[in-house]
């Protein structure tokens, strides 16, 4: 079975290398770091010195402690000052501040976080924002990307007439289960109704002998690890809505309720109100302009999508809607982080867009 999405998806990944590849010569033959570029957020999700094959559909989503810690060596040597997200609107809104930020985040609370990330910021005295889905956390939802890499990695053969498709496939290799990652996440984020295709998902998960919230449970923090990591001077705490749904796929109602009501539980296992919020997802298709509007009306300070980007100071920042930039497990070297730092690939691919 061949797989024109994980075709395309390696197509793009090497793009995108090439690029931070010629980004790092031209800064290696004399072109400066734009002085315009204020700040930099960073988005992460697990921080983790196992190894992880390249293949595997959510290999992007891991970086090693060790690259993570030469990324803060790198931005601190490159004249950025670690600020913590919650106080970044303040210090980019006062005129007489000049300084570069960067700020650390990791979305959806993952148990390597606390045992591999909070070692190296501590290290650095770094503060780092972790964004808490309150669904994984009480084990009322799973993850349904990590429920569909472990059915495409472990099974042999899958029957997906309990999705409403009457086919069976046969895994055999690579690229069949990678195929079949690709079918279930487009079932997923193709569908209008999130909530039923992720429970088809996980009934077709328990047919071939797997526990999808059993999983979230080996992934995740629960309140009381929270509880312990918000003992760390550095930790900070971001809503990330109960349920991790697309916000725009939502009804007004459940809207108010994700964001609101995230923070109610968010407040619960840390013991302070938390300020700073992320779209799940956070690309345009999942973030509009209701669910900002949202997002500033449910009072956060700051909100992050995960549309990239850096800070500049010539323009005045949406707070509810700021943009990341991945440290993503496919790019981890440090040249790769000072040609992100430099702007140069989000201007490129700005100039493309506009083309």
């Given at each position: 079975m061949f797989s024109l999405q994980a075709f395309k998806r390696s197509a793009r990944y090497q793009l995108i290398r090439a690029g931070l590849e010629g980004t790092d010569l031209a800064l290696r033959t004399g072109l400066p770091l734009s002085a315009a570029h204020r700040s930099i957020i960073f988005a992460m999700h697990h921080v983790d010195p196992a190894p992880v094959a390249e293949w595997t559909p959510n290999a992007w989503l891991t970086i090693t402690p060790k690259f993570l810690d030469e990324t803060i060596q790198t931005v601190l040597a490159q004249g950025f000052t670690p600020l913590a997200l919650e106080d970044l609107p303040e210090r980019l809104s006062d005129a007489r501040d000049s300084r570069r930020y960067v700020c650390f985040t990791l979305d959806d609370g993952y148990r390597d976080n606390a045992r591999h990330a909070a070692p190296v910021f501590q290290r650095h005295g770094v503060p780092y924002t972790?964004?808490?889905?309150?669904?994984?956390?009480?084990?009322?939802?799973?993850?349904?990307?990590?429920?569909?890499?472990?059915?495409?990695?472990?099974?042999?053969?899958?029957?997906?007439?309990s999705c409403?498709?009457?086919?069976?496939?046969?895994?055999?290799?690579?690229?069949?289960?990678?195929?079949?990652?690709?079918r279930l996440s487009n079932m997923i984020t193709e569908a209008e109704d999130e909530d039923a295709a992720v429970a088809m998902l996980d009934t077709l998960a328990r047919q071939h002998g797997m526990d999808p919230r059993g999983l979230t449970e080996r992934l995740t923090m629960d309140a009381a690890e929270l509880s312990a990591l918000a003992e760390d001077r550095l930790a900070r705490f971001g809503a990330h809505t109960l349920t991790h749904a697309n916000l725009r796929k939502v009804s007004d109602k459940r809207l108010r309720s994700e964001l609101t009501e995230s923070a109610e539980r968010l407040s619960g296992y840390v013991g302070a109100k938390p300020t700073t919020f992320a779209y799940p997802y956070g690309y345009p298709a999942a973030v509009g302009g209701r669910e900002v509007t949202a997002a500033g009306e449910a009072g956060f300070a700051a909100a992050v999508t995960t549309q990239p980007g850096l800070l500049t100071?010539?323009?005045?920042?949406?707070?509810?809607?700021?943009?990341r930039v991945s440290l993503n497990g496919f790019y981890q070297r440090q040249r790769y982080v000072r040609?992100?730092?430099?702007?140069?690939?989000?201007?490129?691919?700005?100039?493309?867009?506009?083309?």
């Open positions: 972790l964004f808490i889905t309150a669904g994984f956390v009480e084990r009322s939802r799973s993850i349904w990307w990590k429920t569909a890499q472990e059915l495409a990695l472990t099974a042999k053969r899958v029957d997906l007439s409403g498709i009457e086919e069976t496939l046969h895994l055999d290799g690579r690229t069949s289960r990678v195929a079949l990652f690709d100071s010539g323009s005045k920042e949406n707070f509810a809607a700021l943009p040609a992100l730092l430099s702007g140069l690939p989000f201007r490129l691919a700005f100039r493309k867009r506009r083309i």
